[in-house]
C-alpha cells in the first residue's frame, strides 16, 4: 500500500485530496492508497449527510476554526489535536466494507501499542447510533459523544473515530486518532441550549480518550507516523 504523510492543511483543502486519492485509486492507479496528515487551522468536518444548520456560524467564526463536508458518513468532529487517516481501496477482492474496518482497526491498534502500550482494545460496544444520530437536532450530531458498533478504546472510551463510503469502486474510509484535548470544543460551536451544550461537551469528554491519556504523558502526532506506517506499507 502506498501511505503519504501529508502534514498540515486546511479543511477543504485536506478533503480535496482525500478525494482525489479516491479517485486515482477508482481509476486504477493502485490497489489501495493511504494518507495521514493534521488540520491548520483545526476545522469541523460535517458527514455526508449531516445538515450544516447544526453549526453556529458565529461561534465558529469566533474560534477560528474551518468548516468543511466529509465523503464520509457520521457526525461531526472537530480536528484538534490529532493525526487524521484516509484509507482507501478498491471493493474487488475485499471481503466486505465491515471487515476492511475492522482489518483497519486491528493494524491501527497494533500500530499504536508500540507507542502507547497494549491497553488499547478493539472491542464491539452497545450503542444504537441510528437512535443516537436521530436524536432531537444537533443533540446528535458529535461523533465522539458515542461509539459505533466497534472502536478502539481504552477503559470503555473511544481513542480513534472512523467512518466509510462506499461506492461500486471504492471504500473510503477515514478516521480520527485523538492525541490530545480540543476536539471537546466542537460543543463550542453547535446550534444549542446551554444545558445541551454542557451535556455534549460532557458526552465528548466522557465518551472519549487520548493517546496523552493512555500513555500518561503529552503524545503528538509525529510521535505515531512512524509505526502507523510500517504497519500499513
Not at 452497545?126 to 444520530?133: A, F, S
Request: some cysteine; glycine content about 10%; charged content about 20%.
Amino acid at each position: 500500500m502506498d501511505v503519504e504523510v501529508s502534514g498540515a492543511a486546511p479543511g477543504a483543502e485536506n478533503m480535496a485530496r482525500d478525494i482525489a486519492m479516491a479517485n486515482a485509486v477508482r481509476n486504477g492507479k493502485g490497489q489501495a492508497m493511504m494518507r495521514l496528515y493534521t488540520w491548520q487551522p483545526w476545522a469541523v468536518s460535517l458527514g455526508r449527510n449531516q445538515p450544516e444548520s447544526h453549526i453556529d456560524h458565529e461561534a465558529l467564526r469566533r474560534k477560528g476554526f474551518g468548516l468543511v463536508r466529509r465523503p464520509t458518513g457520521g457526525r461531526a468532529v472537530l480536528h484538534a489535536n490529532e493525526l487524521t487517516y484516509c484509507i482507501v481501496t478498491q471493493r474487488q477482492g475485499v471481503e466486505s466494507a465491515a471487515r476492511f474496518y475492522a482489518d483497519v482497526h486491528n493494524r491501527l491498534r497494533q500500530a499504536l501499542a508500540s507507542v502507547v502500550g497494549t491497553s488499547l482494545v478493539y472491542q464491539d460496544v452497545p450503542t444504537d447510533l441510528r437512535k443516537h444520530y436521530a436524536s432531537s437536532g444537533p443533540m446528535g450530531a458529535a461523533c465522539f459523544s458515542s461509539s459505533a458498533i466497534s472502536e478502539i478504546m481504552w477503559n470503555g472510551r473511544k481513542v480513534v473515530g472512523s467512518a466509510q463510503h462506499v461506492d461500486t469502486d471504492v471504500i473510503l474510509q477515514h478516521g480520527s486518532i485523538l492525541c490530545g484535548m480540543g476536539h471537546e470544543e466542537l460543543a463550542d460551536v453547535l446550534v444549542l441550549h446551554d444545558d445541551n451544550r454542557q451535556a455534549i461537551r460532557k458526552g465528548i469528554i466522557d465518551g472519549s480518550a487520548t493517546l496523552s491519556d493512555v500513555a500518561g504523558r503529552p503524545i503528538e502526532p509525529r510521535e505515531i507516523i512512524d509505526c502507523i506506517v510500517a504497519c500499513f506499507v
